[in-house]
């Protein structure tokens, strides 16, 4: 299992002064966040985290919205997030577009996310990315078992009261999703355990090739001379 560095959020906004009316009914929202994750590799290194989008006024109400091990967990992840009560929740509008943002590459990332989908009214929510994820686990939540489970299918997460933790493979400076179906509200956190390896310098690089191709040509005078 890797232990993951799950994201704290440290600068929620005051201010929750948009609006948009769904379905007859006005909400207010907030559109920014940040929080930082500490390199589990380097803990003197930190990647800032910079949310644009949707913040329902709920933010970090629940503590125990975290709690259930087995849903959370996996063979790839073997902490539950924490703080167990730092993370940002979405209710969900059709033109709005959700964007993380690091101030490091970060390389297989993975999202936690809670009670997508509401599973009292039978609302069926979903995350659209701009990349695909994968599922690592699933299972019940704060709210109880999952009416439909949380499920991937291309970029699409979604669920009726899903809950569970997915992946994105590769290496990433931002990604954005929508929520195109409106509910109660969803919960989701990220976490990492390393930052992406650095690219050389292309100054450095091109040190690298001039010093490799000198022993070549070194190795290939002294053949010339035995």
Request: hydrophobic share 35%; charged share 10%.
């Amino acid at each position: 299992m890797l232990f993951r560095s799950w994201v704290v959020w440290t600068n929620f906004p005051s201010s929750f002064g948009n609006s948009v009316t769904v379905s007859g009914t006005t909400y207010t929202y907030a559109t920014y966040a940040t929080g930082y994750i500490i390199d589990p590799l380097n803990t003197n290194n930190s990647i800032l985290v910079t949310y644009n989008g949707e913040v329902n006024s709920s933010t970090a109400s629940r503590s125990a919205i975290w709690a259930n091990s087995s849903t959370y967990t996996s063979s790839t992840v073997s902490n539950l997030p924490s703080p167990n009560n730092s993370y940002i929740t979405l209710t969900g509008y059709p033109n709005l577009t959700n964007k993380l943002t690091f101030s490091q590459p970060i390389s297989n990332f993975v999202m936690a996310i809670a009670s997508l989908g509401a599973g009292g009214a039978g609302v069926n929510a979903s995350y659209n990315f701009d990349s695909a994820p994968v599922l690592l686990s699933h299972g019940s939540g704060f709210w109880g078992s999952e009416n439909s489970p949380l499920s991937v299918s291309g970029n699409v997460v979604s669920g009726i009261e899903g809950n569970g933790t997915i992946q994105f493979n590769g290496t990433f400076t931002s990604l954005s999703w929508t929520t195109p179906n409106d509910e109660y509200y969803s919960a989701f956190t990220i976490g990492a355990t390393s930052v992406a390896a650095p690219i050389p310098e292309p100054s450095a690089f091109s040190l690298l090739v001039i010093g490799l191709g000198g022993v070549i040509a070194l190795h290939r005078v002294r053949r010339k001379e035995d």
